[in-house]
């Protein structure tokens, strides 16, 4: 009987230890998983804010081309547009990537909304540099009809940003951000219909949209770039602070003991 109680007890006390290191190796797995889901998430988040950076050149380089064709009235600052449109294309490719990042860890649907409206423009800002590109070959018809539909993709494409960041929980500079995005979608609008009243031979008025439309771009693609850059760098100092309050608790609990 004695020994029978004896066994009982051992192995009373070996599952309490098995369960114990249970416990230890589940925590371990998830500590170590939120900390590979913190770095995909701050590499999606650095993709967002280094595509918002190639936007706002490809803008700038955009609306100088545009520009330098209305007030010099010539065709040279044609060649400016198709590479401005370019690195567009490029940067609004990285930010979609940046955002399905994101949401592979948050799983939040705005931001796959917003990876799909950083697609769209991506494809709108492709298809401008290509029916740029047709118009330098003297296809204006054909380019500025292709330009419209390019600037009315990439509008509502930078619409549909808009509305993933807003669906999103409260963050700082959601505002801004959204600001930014609804500009640029208010921009690519204005493109959109100075093409169409270049197709109509409305030629001043068409031009005068169309620069007014590039230089609205530049002014959203700087506050995304802006409101991006302080929300990830808040986000960096709160995770920070948090990791050192966990250090700090578990050193009081290890010297409690």
């Known amino acids: 009987m004695v020994m029978e109680a004896v066994n009982t007890n051992e192995d009373e006390k070996h599952q309490e230890h098995m369960k114990e290191l249970e416990e230890k190796f589940k925590e371990e797995r998830e500590k170590e998983q939120e900390a590979w889901d913190r770095i995909y998430k701050e590499n999606g988040e650095n993709l967002e804010l280094s595509g918002g950076w190639f936007v706002l050149a490809g803008t700038i380089i955009t609306a100088l081309g545009e520009t330098k064709d209305f007030v010099q009235e010539t065709e040279e600052g044609k060649p400016a547009v198709v590479t401005g449109s370019a690195v567009e294309a490029f940067g609004n490719s990285l930010q979609a990537i940046g955002l399905a990042k994101v949401y592979e860890v948050e ?109 609205i771009q530049v002014v959203g693609a700087a506050l995304e770039v802006y409101a991006i850059s302080i929300r990830n760098s808040y986000s960096a100092f709160e995770e920070r602070s948090k990791e050192e309050t966990e250090r700090y608790s578990y050193a009081m609990y290890r010297g409690g003991r």
């Open 107 to 215: 799983r939040l649907p705005p931001y796959l909304t917003g990876s799909v409206g950083c697609w769209l423009q991506a494809v709108g800002n492709t298809t401008n540099a290509v029916a740029t590109q047709i118009e330098i070959q003297g296809e204006e018809e054909e380019g500025e009809s292709l330009n419209a539909l390019g600037s009315g993709v990439q509008a509502y494409g930078a619409y549909l940003e808009a509305v993933g960041n807003s669906g999103l929980p409260p963050f700082i500079m959601q505002e801004t951000l959204i600001t930014g995005n609804s500009l640029i979608a208010i921009g690519s609008t204005l493109d959109a219909i100075g093409q169409i009243y270049l197709l109509q031979d409305k030629e001043e008025a068409g031009e005068i949209l169309i620069v007014a439309g590039a230089w």
